[in-house]
């Protein structure tokens, strides 16, 4: 069993749309964290969240970490071709200093 | 560039030889992390070091593994006999931990290993 779940598994959208993707799991963490990663290359840190409900921008991305601190969404807004990559999510918890990933979102915006 | 480098970026052996990766944290970094990913999967932890002693050793790090970081800077992962079960990406990651909850990990490109 997962301990974080990602969905959609994949998603492909036409540019311009909007998207949200999820990340789930029945175990409280810490904090989260989403990375990006591309075919051949390591996952590159987007943004981290720490408290319950937080929201956090990164120009047309929005990350929000659940209330009880068990999910996290993703939403892009006008997607871009450049979004295109697998979407990892990753937590802490408690005092552990390993992170645990789901499998991610492998995306995929047509131009 | 004063991110995460790790080397070689690709490395082809045969079954049964020995392999050898190293990482080189951001320099100011005192926690290292090893972490393997395999196809469809994402990255899962194998072990990492607090300065130069190894805290914490995944299951998944047989006894045909082994890491070191001797000065607390670089580290390196060594695979003796390798299997064709152990192709994959091996990912670096180094953070700097001031306390339990951020610890944000910043990734290497990673060393792809295929045994044939």
């Known amino acids: 069993t997962q301990l974080l779940e990602q969905s959609p598994q994949f998603l492909s959208i036409q540019e311009g749309e909007n998207l949200t993707v999820y990340c789930n799991s029945s175990?409280?963490?810490?904090?989260l964290q989403w990375y990006r990663q591309e075919p051949g290359e390591g996952p590159v840190l987007l943004v981290t969240v720490v408290t319950g409900g937080e929201v956090k921008k990164l120009k047309r991305l929005t990350f929000q970490f659940g209330d009880a601190r068990k999910d996290s969404s993703l939403h892009i807004t006008a997607a871009q071709p450049g979004d295109t990559g697998l979407y990892l999510c990753a937590g802490l918890q408690g005092a552990n200093s390993k992170l645990t990933f789901g499998k991610g979102i492998t995306l995929s915006v047509r131009p | 560039d004063t991110g995460v480098s790790q080397n070689p970026r690709h490395k082809i052996t045969k079954r049964g030889q020995n392999v050898t990766f190293r990482c080189d944290p951001i320099s100011e970094h005192n926690r290292l992390y090893w972490y393997r990913q395999t196809l469809g999967q994402g990255p899962e932890f194998l072990t990492y070091?607090?300065?130069?002693?190894?805290?914490?050793k995944s299951r998944l790090l047989s006894d045909r593994f082994s890491a070191e970081r001797p000065k607390g800077s670089f580290s390196t992962l060594e695979i003796q006999r390798t299997e064709q079960g152990d192709s994959a990406m091996y990912l670096c990651?180094?953070?700097?931990?001031?306390?339990?909850?951020?610890?944000?990990?910043?990734f290497g490109p990673g060393t792809r290993l295929t045994v044939l």
């Open positions: 175990s409280v963490f810490s904090s």
């Open positions: 990651a180094s953070s700097l931990a001031l306390g339990q909850t951020r610890n944000e990990q910043f």
């Open positions: 070091f607090q300065n130069e002693a190894q805290l914490e």
